[in-house]
């Protein structure tokens, strides 16, 4: 049997929008605090199999003729072994808080709101594996479908050329520019820093081939050749500077520093770019933006929201 099984954990803190009212006033989710588990799919013999559990604990609010009351939503169990529908959803108001009816409204059209937003974060988690697994009879197979295609042929406008060839020295200084961007992802800095240093994860969010030589001194090629370079230093989960390039840049390599901070359930990307030519700035930006930061998100599912 050929199997191919990818795990993930995630602890985030999504925000929400569940909310439900009737006569008597309303109540909301006002913020997950915790939502921790792990997921994993399967190729089995031309068959993908997802597997997920997950815990939630969120907080809601209910309001009164101008009185709020707070409470908790629990989900001890959001796991493929339970139908949707039957998914166990503990609603409580918080200690020393005097009862209202209200609490009967979240406990029933309000979990019935949950039951529909947890649906569509599933959903959302079975699309983690876009790019990375096929069920094929034999195993793996290599993705074209109609959203790729189109990536490849969005990729290939980088460049006014698609040849990996040296670059040109024109004798010519180049006049360059300096910036930084910043993104914020919903994952640990461990857990990104690795995105950049293995090939495998490299070839998953560009949805094509790429060379990784994931240590100092080693030599990284993306993007269909479009993109080059080496790392130039490396301090585990917290800093990756590199040399990189544009294939059609005439002789010259700009330095990116990728700083990775720790912003507690999440972490907060900071990009240096120095020595880039000047009429490729925005080229540039765009280009960290989108085939980066946008498919890192999308390939790992790092930028999800629950609600």
């Known amino acids: 049997m050929n199997e191919m099984q990818q795990t993930g954990r ?9 909310d439900v009212e009737n006569d008597e006033g309303s109540c ?12 994993s799919i399967n190729n089995r013999k031309g068959k993908l199999i997802f597997f997920y559990e997950w815990n939630m604990k969120a907080t ?18 959001l796991s493929d072994e339970n139908d949707m529908e039957d998914l166990d959803i503990s609603v409580s108001l918080n ?15 309000g979990a019935d709101k949950m039951r529909k937003a947890l649906a569509s974060y599933v959903d959302y988690l079975k699309t983690f594996t876009q790019g990375m697994i096929l069920p094929t009879a034999n195993g793996m197979a290599k993705i074209q479908s109609s959203s790729q295609s189109k990536a490849k042929m969005d990729r290939t406008q ?34 990104l820093y690795r995105v950049f240093l293995h090939q495998e994860m490299v070839q998953a969010f560009t949805h094509a081939p790429a060379t990784v030589e994931g240590e100092r001194g080693g030599k990284f090629r993306l993007l269909e050749g ?20 544009y294939n059609n840049w005439p ?30 700035e925005e080229r540039t930006k765009e280009g960290w933006k989108r085939y980066y930061f946008e498919a890192i998100k999308q390939t790992f599912g790092f930028g999800a929201r629950l609600f």
């Open 251 to 280: 002789s010259h390599y700009a330095t990116i520093t990728l700083t990775f901070l720790d912003r507690s359930s999440e972490t907060e990307l900071k990009v240096e770019c120095r020595g880039v030519p000047e009429n490729e």
């Open 95 to 109: 200690k020393d808080e005097p009862e209202t009816s209200l609490t009967h409204l979240m406990r029933t059209e």
């Open 10 to 18: 995630r602890t985030s803190n999504p925000s929400s929008s569940v």
């Open 60 to 77: 809601w609010t209910t309001s009164k003729a101008g009185v709020k009351y707070k409470g908790t939503v629990e989900v001890p169990n």
């Open 28 to 39: 909301e989710v006002t913020e997950v605090g915790k939502l921790e588990g792990e997921a």
């Open 226 to 245: 479009n993109v080059f370079g080496e790392f130039s230093e490396l301090v585990p989960d917290e800093k990756i500077v590199m040399k990189w390039r």
């Open 158 to 191: 980088i460049s006014s050329s698609s040849s990996t060839a040296a670059p040109v020295n024109t004798g010519v200084k180049i006049p360059t520019c300096k910036f930084s961007i910043r993104e914020k992802f919903l994952t640990s800095p461990a857990d």
